[in-house]
Structures are given as structure tokens and as C-alpha cells.
């Protein structure tokens, strides 16, 4: 299994940190920017024709659960039977960046921000 470590580039675009999710950690997903299968996210596919590394620099939406892709039903669902807020962490990115933020959740060994 791998070690967690800060890495900005396992940062999400939806704002979670691959670096210390378990998938990635077991070495069964590259982490969201790797993973060129992930053609079904909206998000990984608005932030790469946006060229945004996350949902955090996005120019649209002042706050992420106005944007359809990023806060719709199923994501709201998931985030409450996972216990993780999306939207914290893209705020977390805008408030400290992407540096501090990946050292805060290395350092919490968390994937997310619980909400």
C-alpha cells in the first residue's frame, strides 16, 4: 500500500484528495487527474475543457452548489451516505490553496472535509 503524502497534483477536481483515498492508495486508481476512464464525470470534463485544476478555480460559479455538474442529487446523496463535503473542500482550495490544502489532508491521512 502506498504512503499518504501532501501531492497538489492528487488533488481532485471535484476537490477531494486522491492521495489518501483508498483506491488510490492500493494502487487500484491512478488518482482523478490520471484517470482517463473517468469519461462518465462531469466535473473532470468541465474542468478539462475549462483547463481548471479543480472546481476551485472556476470563473461561472462563486459558490459550487449553484453548478448543476458539481451539486446535483446523486453527488448530495453520496457526499451524505459517505459523510464528505465537496463543497468544503473546494472552499478550503480557494481559502488556503492547493499546497496547504493537500498538506492539511495528508496530514489528517482524509480524502475529504466531513461536512
Known amino acids: ?18 492521495g489518501a483515498c483508498g483506491s488510490y492508495l492500493k494502487g487500484k ?13 462531469g466535473v473532470r470534463t468541465c474542468c478539462a475543457e ?18 448543476k455538474k458539481f451539486y446535483n442529487f446523486i453527488s448530495r446523496v ?5 459523510r464528505s463535503s465537496r ?8 481559502e488556503t490553496g492547493y499546497e496547504k490544502f493537500a498538506d492539511e489532508m495528508a496530514k489528517i491521512k482524509s480524502a475529504t472535509i466531513k461536512p
Request: charged share 25%.
Open 29 to 41: 486508481c491512478g488518482g482523478c487527474a490520471k484517470n482517463e476512464s473517468a469519461t462518465w464525470c
Open 1 to 18: 500500500m502506498k504512503e499518504i503524502v501532501a501531492d497538489v497534483n492528487l488533488v481532485a477536481n471535484c476537490g477531494l484528495y486522491c
Open 87 to 94: 463543497p468544503k473542500c473546494v472552499a478550503r482550495i480557494k
Open 78 to 82: 453520496i457526499g451524505f451516505v459517505l
Open 50 to 67: 475549462n483547463k481548471y485544476k479543480s472546481c476551485a478555480d472556476c470563473k461561472t460559479y462563486t459558490d459550487v452548489r449553484e453548478c
